[in-house]
């Protein structure tokens, strides 16, 4: 076996998923339009708000009659919120095939001690969906972000349930196409397929999750940051860009960026397309090789953003401390940072492979790959 390094090396070695790589064209001067040390309830911060939640709506193709809120703490603070001010009115399952998700049955179970169903699936698997009542509330991730499975659709979601989807879409929403119709309270945040800046959630409301809201009051308290009803009835203003809490005006600004890039590249359809190339130029990978292979056995539910690999040579002793050793020659050569799988999953890789991330760099690491396990079975053997 050969240890000679490749020549070329990606342009952008940000393969990290989460924070995510920037648009391709960003600079920081494009955040020079940022009105700094400016009240984001002045007229241009609620300008730069709204706009942030109209080309939100607009590129993701969200119904006229859902509502679109800019929350605190991330896609985990909208979820929460989600969760804490519409669970309980009925029956629950919660769906989990990812340390994320495993997080949320936590939260439902242990914190807010709902009686709930929990079906769960090892990491590259995912649950049977046909099994599900959904005339319960339901929750779940759309893409496993550390197991690297996905929703293939949302057909096994009736039209006609009586429950509430509750849909964690961080790593979906501008690279998957979400039905709408199957969601009702869905969020996300900037940093993950847009490459925005972090601590910013969004959370996208179905008109069943605005009813909900307003004919039911859960049986806890709520923190003032997850209160959106005054008096019964919905608090409009947030979902006009009247925040909760004090937003970034930096941030909102990079986010506004990359919704301007998204719309370059063609919008949704432009953007599934870039995440779908990437993944298929690993997957391919993958099938000409007996050493590696995406922990995702099943084709149908294999994430386009999360791609996860796991090393399947039997020679390999120690599984985890080669993918780490991998990982690590990979950052040493500066050919790809923070690819190391998730500290939950199963030893291995994980390169993102979402909408901001250029098919050419995808392309000139898989050499690399290559090469990083080529000259660790090398050295596993001279220290054998």
């Given at each position: 076996m050969t240890t000679t390094t490749p020549g070329p090396r990606p342009a952008n070695p940000r393969f990290s998923s989460g924070p995510c790589a920037k648009p391709p064209t960003f600079t920081l001067d494009a955040l020079a339009d940022a009105?700094?040390?400016?009240?984001?309830?002045?007229?241009?911060?609620?300008?730069?708000?709204?706009?942030?939640?109209?080309?939100?709506?607009?590129?993701?193709?969200?119904?006229?009659?859902?509502?679109?809120?800019?929350?605190?703490?991330?896609?985990?603070?909208?979820?929460?919120?989600?969760?804490?001010?519409?669970?309980?009115?009925?029956?629950?399952?919660?769906?989990?095939?990812?340390?994320?998700?495993?997080?949320?049955?936590?939260?439902?179970?242990?914190?807010?001690?709902?009686?709930?169903?929990?079906?769960?699936?090892?990491?590259?698997?995912i649950v049977d969906l046909t099994e599900v009542d959904w005339n319960k509330d339901v929750c779940f991730t759309w893409n496993g972000t550390t197991s690297g499975v996905r929703l293939a659709n949302g057909d096994a979601i009736p039209a006609d349930r009586a429950g509430l989807t509750l849909c964690d879409a961080t790593s979906a929403a501008f690279a998957m196409d979400l039905p709408w119709d199957k969601l009702d309270a869905t969020t996300f945040s900037w940093q993950k397929v847009l490459g925005g800046e972090a601590a910013h959630g969004m959370l996208i409301l179905s008109p069943r999750a605005v009813e909900r809201l307003e004919t039911y009051t859960p049986a806890w308290p709520l923190p003032k940051i997850f209160r959106l009803t005054s008096k019964g009835k919905l608090n409009e203003g947030i979902f006009q860009g009247e925040t909760i809490n004090t937003p970034s005006m930096l941030a909102v600004e990079d986010y506004l960026f990359a919704l301007a890039w998204a719309r370059s590249v063609g919008g949704l359809k432009g953007l599934i397309a870039r995440a779908e190339a990437n993944a298929q130029a690993i997957f391919d990978f993958c099938d000409a090789r007996d050493w590696i292979d995406n922990l995702a056995a099943d084709p149908l539910v294999r994430s386009t953003t999360s791609v996860c690999l796991k090393f399947t040579d039997p020679a390999i002793r120690d599984g985890g401390a080669f993918a780490k050793a991998v990982a690590k020659r990979l950052e040493t050569e500066g050919v790809a940072f923070d690819i190391g799988a998730y500290r939950d999953a199963p030893p291995g890789l994980r390169i993102w492979c979402g909408s901001t991330v250029e098919t050419a760099d995808i392309a000139a690491l898989l050499p690399w790959l290559d090469w990083a396990y080529q000259a660790e079975i090398a050295a596993q053997s001279q220290a054998a």
């Open positions: 009105p700094l040390g400016r009240s984001h309830r002045a007229a241009v911060g609620k300008a730069k708000l709204k706009a942030a939640i109209e080309e939100t709506r607009d590129i993701l193709g969200v119904p006229a009659d859902y509502r679109i809120a800019i929350v605190p703490a991330s896609d985990t603070g909208a979820y929460e919120l989600a969760m804490w001010t519409l669970l309980g009115a009925r029956g629950v399952e919660m769906l989990a095939w990812e340390s994320f998700g495993a997080g949320w049955v936590t939260d439902a179970v242990k914190q807010l001690k709902l009686d709930a169903t929990v079906r769960t699936a090892e990491y590259g698997e």
